[in-house]
Structures are given as C-alpha cells and as structure tokens.
C-alpha cells in the first residue's frame, strides 16, 4: 500500500501509519486500531486520510525536480557539468537530461572548439532546449500516487468556471 504501514506500538497496540512527503514537507499522522474499532476501521480512515492530504498538495513535476539544483553542482545550473575525458583532455561543457525508463539525453561542447566561456554557454542553452522539449508529467513512480495524482488534477480542472 502506497504510504501506509502497519506498525506495532512498544506496549503491544497495532495501528496504520501514513506518511509520504511532497515538495519537501512530511505528512505522517497514526490510526490506532482501539481507537478506530479494528484493524480495517483504522485502515480505511488511514487510506481515506492519505487520499484527502495527496489530493490537496501538488505533485512536483518531472520538469521541476530536474530544475533543481542538488548540492553538489559546481557548474551553477542543474544538469550542466564539465567533464575530461581521454578523447577531450581540454575539457567538454554537456547538458543533460534524465527521462523515462532511465534514458537520458545528451548534448557535449568541447572547451578546444568553443572555447570554455562559449562551451559552456552553450551547454547552458542547450539544457534550457532538453527541458523545453520533455515531456512534462508528475515525477511519481508508484502507481497508486500516480492515481491520486490524476485523480486531483481532475477534479482541479473540473473545479475551474467555465467560460461562456
């Protein structure tokens, strides 16, 4: 089940814990099953719950995740780095972009053609272009958040007034 758990308490007591996190913020709240008069009272309450908050937060796109910069960038823009390599011992400016099914795209510049001012501008442009052209979907892998995450982008369309 996506985000829920079946735990038991130190003094012997079951319940469901759901807990998931979404752009950086953590939700995670107990059912205990005396309180909720069973296990499967405690669990639909817990599934319901976890609905509930999943519909109301938005789900990072795949766009916006390989947008960010992780701690370890050195070039100043995600998915931008310099590399030497055998064939390039001067050096190569590449962009890249991770997609579906762990495939990526690729574009290099080479320092001793451009020069490293211009091969890395262009390595910089060439990112901007990968992201213009992917496909922009929710960067979920579990199909049942894929789910609720259709489910809430649904009902947030529908939700809209409609021009006459």
């Not at 079951?14 to 709240?29: A, I, L, M, P």
């Not at 701690?71 to 011992?89: C, D, E, M």
């Not at 400016?93 to 001012?117: I, P, T």
Request: hydrophobic share 35%.
């Amino acid at each position: 089940m996506y985000a829920i758990f079946h735990m038991q308490h130190e003094k012997g007591t079951w319940y469901w814990v759901v807990h998931f996190s979404r752009r950086g913020k953590h939700d995670y709240r107990r059912f205990y099953e005396p309180k909720y008069g069973g296990s499967a009272k405690a669990l639909k309450a817990a599934k319901a719950w976890r609905d509930e908050q999943l519909a109301r937060v938005k789900v990072l796109t795949l766009v916006e995740f390989c947008q960010r910069k992780r701690s370890n960038n050195t070039s100043g823009v995600p998915g931008v780095h310099y590399l030497v390599t055998a064939r390039q011992p001067e050096g190569i400016w590449q962009a890249k972009l991770r997609l579906d099914g762990g495939k990526s795209k690729s574009k290099s510049f080479s320092v001793h053609r451009h020069g490293n001012h211009v091969a890395y501008e262009l390595a910089v442009a060439a990112r901007e272009q990968l992201l213009a052209n992917a496909k922009d979907r929710p960067y979920l892998y579990n199909r049942v958040a894929k789910r609720l995450a259709r489910m809430a982008s649904s009902r947030s369309i529908n939700a809209m007034p409609r021009s006459a």
